[in-house]
């Protein structure tokens, strides 16, 4: 029993050094990076502005689709692992998946809530909310986040996490900036939140799976389903101190899983090659 667990260790060892050991060319980064660029701000969103929105859904759905089929073929072609779900660790991140759903706490605060009614435009709007889910976590955790050569483990996450928030501030490339640069920066603050959560996962879970999964669901419920019921603006229901409270919360829950129990675990994807 003891030689089949080393042998279970010594496997598990050189699985996490081929994902730690991961390493596409500059080009395929760049043009990974480009392609993103275009589909999520200029020039796509300002062509788009002049179309109607079922064109728009259809097209932007095209685009991610073209572009999950591009970063599949990376992922073969560097023969890239998605990686063995550690649930052990999993079941840790099980309070950050609860709060994705805090939102719809704001039902009691709603004054008016609309009725939805399924069509194709909105099957259309859940498939982009999945192959943006998919796209953004091969992007920015399978090839970004493993590209990172930082040797402490939450300097990598944190700056992992910077990349993904500083992204989104590509919203700020419109003709309306005046009009959007408020809305895009409070994006950016929560998308840094939410790529420390994701960083945070794919280093101890050790897998990109439950990243995408999480990635969706909070995708779902906090910018599709609420923004769909909630009628004109949603987030001036949710009480501010809710959301503070929960914020610091997880904060302060973070922390703590960290340093008791992440900060030296021999099973994520930075340990057996670099240590805090």
């Known amino acids: 029993m003891f030689y089949q667990y080393r042998v279970y260790l010594y496997l598990e060892s050189l699985y996490l050094a081929k994902m730690k050991?991961?390493?596409?060319?500059?080009?395929?980064?760049?043009?990974?990076?480009?392609?993103?660029?275009?589909v999520v701000s200029f020039p796509f969103q300002y062509f788009a502005n002049h179309l109607p929105?079922?064109?728009?859904?259809?097209?932007e759905l095209c685009l991610r689709m073209f572009l999950t089929g591009y970063y599949l073929r990376l992922i073969f072609k560097y023969n890239i692992p998605l990686g063995k779900i550690n649930f052990k660790n999993l079941l840790f991140f099980i309070p950050f998946l609860l709060a994705t759903f805090t939102n719809l706490l704001a039902f009691p605060f709603a004054d008016e809530v609309a009725t939805l009614s399924f069509n194709w435009v909105m099957i259309l709007d859940i498939?982009?909310?999945?192959?943006?889910?998919?796209?953004?976590?091969?992007l920015f955790r399978l090839f970004i986040y493993n590209s990172l050569r930082i040797e402490n483990r939450l300097l990598?996450?944190?700056?992992?996490?910077?990349?993904?928030?500083?992204?989104h501030l590509l919203n700020l490339i419109t003709p309306s900036f005046l009009a959007v640069y408020q809305s895009v920066l409070i994006q950016s603050i929560y998308t840094f939140a939410l790529g420390l959560i994701l960083c945070f996962m794919y280093e101890f879970?050790?897998?990109?799976?439950?990243?995408?999964?999480?990635?969706?669901?909070?995708?779902?419920?906090?910018q599709?389903?609420?923004t769909a019921m909630f009628y004109p603006i949603y987030s001036n229901y949710f009480p501010l101190y809710a959301a503070l409270t929960i914020g610091c919360a997880l904060t302060i829950y973070g922390i703590l899983l960290y340093i008791f129990r992440f900060?030296?675990?021999?099973?994520?994807?930075?340990?057996?090659q670099y240590f805090d």
């Open 21 to 38: 050991h991961v390493k596409i060319s500059v080009a395929d980064t760049l043009i990974s990076s480009f392609l993103f660029i275009f």
């Open 53 to 59: 929105n079922y064109v728009i859904t259809i097209l």
């Open 127 to 138: 498939l982009i909310i999945v192959f943006t889910a998919f796209n953004e976590e091969i």
């Open 156 to 167: 990598k996450i944190l700056a992992g996490a910077g990349i993904f928030g500083a992204f």
């Open 205 to 222: 879970v050790a897998s990109i799976i439950p990243c995408i999964v999480f990635h969706f669901i909070f995708n779902f419920f906090n």
């Open 224 to 226: 599709f389903l609420v």
């Open 263 to 272: 900060k030296k675990d021999p099973n994520s994807l930075s340990y057996n």
